[in-house]
């Protein structure tokens, strides 16, 4: 039997010191989360948007693209209009543009991706301290900015106002988030909510955002700075504002994906929620391009967040030197091109070309995954494909006993190792004489490995599996009256109890 051949013998020549440590990696036929996708902030420098400037996007979205990035956020800025120029960083009191994403926006949707906005503030006249800046400033004093409770019924008109700018000028917004960061007091752009507010303010308005009009949009939490679970549970515990919410979300800083995170999944999972981590930079405060090991590290924050739930991980700016495009910028050079992609864009790659669309499998492993552990894993089924992940941080790498819940019969590893070929990437095959469900692969140090194996259309396991799977039960209008032809937005309920809010086209 040479099932492993061609890999042993690529992996040769990228090292040849492999441990004695082993692993052993159980994947289970139960599946968990779907994964809607993996994206980026349309935005570098101080939230500025790239205007005219659509290379980034090119480079970084679509199927076709290198790296397969289908989800758009950018800011959903305190204005009006839309139609005016964007202000020196600072000058919050003058309403900038919502054109600035308009040229990206329209490239992601084109190659089939998913735009979302995000207000970092309201309009100043619907605050309590009368302007977008959050408060935390030398001429603000202690006034804490925040939503006045009589403008409450402004604020979904509002985002409106920017869904009809938005489609007037060509691009279907998919969803739009309530606040970015409403338990972080800042100088710049913001406004603070408690979750008892965000509570009040979609339980009783939220019925406002017209999503007939605008394609079923669909509203997204406020994203807390550390996916404080309090903000997301106060709204899924009530059954008027659960009704009115789709996606939960929020941002890392301070907290893990293992923690906060792991923990607002569990109740959005129990009523068909999405969960998506909105906002996060891994190494953005080093004055240098990030090394190796931090490229592993972000790999592992990307693990984290699939094992504790996550549909859906947006990462911060696309263009900086600690992202996925270089600025051009001398003092992070050489290795900082202006628009070209860097290591870390092929370290994201790895999930949002083969993970997105898939479901994952449960786990188990004789190393389990906690905070940026030595060796993290993960597997996904997509159609006939079974994707296993593989991260090893350590300097002398391991074997790994791999057991699968069904027979594979051909198989592709995509390896980085951090000195491989320029794109940090290399695809081999894995020949497998007959069909298997266990395996034993060498994992080299300090690696990132995709594993994506054919299954075997024989194993009745992949039937049983499709079996499991959560099924749309039927369809009811937003009054509970059931549909027996749905149209327009409407409640998809499945077999397991669980429901969602969706928009039918006639």
């Known amino acids: 039997m040479r099932h492993f051949l061609a890999t042993i013998l690529l992996l040769a020549a990228v090292t040849t010191t492999y441990a004695a440590d082993k692993v052993m990696v159980t994947v289970k036929n139960e599946p968990l989360q779907k994964v809607t996708g993996f994206g980026a902030a349309c935005c570098d420098g101080a939230m500025c948007p790239f205007g005219t400037d659509t290379k980034p996007v090119e480079l970084l979205y679509g199927p076709l693209s290198k790296v397969g990035l289908n989800i758009m956020r950018m800011e959903i800025s305190p204005n009006f209009v839309g139609d005016v120029v964007v202000p020196e960083w600072g000058n919050w009191d003058t309403p900038y543009d919502w054109k600035g994403s308009l040229p990206s926006a329209k490239i992601v949707k084109q190659r089939g991706g998913i735009v979302f906005g995000t207000p970092w503030s309201p309009p100043g006249e619907y605050k309590t301290n009368g302007t977008a800046q959050g408060g935390n400033a030398d001429d603000q004093g202690n006034q804490r900015g925040q939503l006045r409770t009589d403008c409450y019924d402004k604020f979904f008109p509002w985002l409106n106002t920017f869904l009809e700018y938005m489609k007037s000028n060509g691009v279907n917004v998919d969803a739009v988030s309530i606040q970015n960061e409403p338990d972080w007091w800042v100088s710049y752009s913001g406004c603070l909510y408690t979750p008892q507010q965000q509570l009040t303010l979609v339980k009783n308005y939220a019925h406002m955002l017209d999503r007939e009009k605008y394609n079923g949009v669909r509203l997204i939490s406020a994203e807390p700075l550390g996916f404080d679970p309090s903000y997301s549970n106060m709204l899924l515990n009530d059954a008027v504002a659960r009704d009115q919410i789709d996606i939960i979300a929020g941002h890392l800083y301070g907290h893990p994906p293992l923690v906060n995170m792991k923990s607002a999944a569990q109740l959005a999972e129990k009523y068909g929620k999405e969960v998506w981590m909105t906002e996060h930079s891994v190494t953005d405060n080093i004055d240098r391009l990030p090394n190796w090991h931090e490229q592993l590290i972000f790999a592992e924050e990307l693990n984290e967040c ?40 092929y370290v994201m790659s790895h999930f949002s070309k083969y993970v997105t669309g898939s479901t994952r499998l449960k786990t188990t492993s004789t190393i389990p995954t906690t905070t940026n ?96 799977e959560n099924k749309v039960k039927a369809y009811y209008d937003l009054h509970g009256r059931r549909l027996e032809s749905p149209h327009g937005l409407c409640i998809e309920k499945y077999t397991d109890g669980s429901s969602k809010k969706v928009f039918i086209k006639n």
Request: hydrophobic content about 40%; overall charge neutral.
């Open 306 to 345: 699939m094992q504790a739930g996550c549909t859906g991980y947006i990462y911060w700016y696309m263009r900086a030197h600690w992202a996925f495009v270089g600025t051009g910028e001398s003092k992070y050079n050489p290795g900082n091109t202006k628009n070209t992609l860097l290591p870390r864009a």
């Open 373 to 468: 552990a030595m060796f993290e894993h993960s597997a996904y089924i997509k159609g006939d494909s079974l994707i296993v992940m593989a991260i090893d941080t350590t300097k002398n790498g391991r074997e790994m006993l791999l057991k699968l819940p069904f027979k594979v019969k051909s198989g592709m590893q995509l390896l980085s190792t951090g000195n491989g070929t320029a794109e940090l990437c290399q695809k081999q095959t894995i020949e497998i004489d007959e069909p298997v469900n266990q395996l034993t692969i060498p994992i080299p140090p300090r690696s990132l490995s995709t594993f994506v194996f054919m299954i075997d259309d024989e194993s009745a396991s992949i039937k049983e599996l499709e079996a499991t």
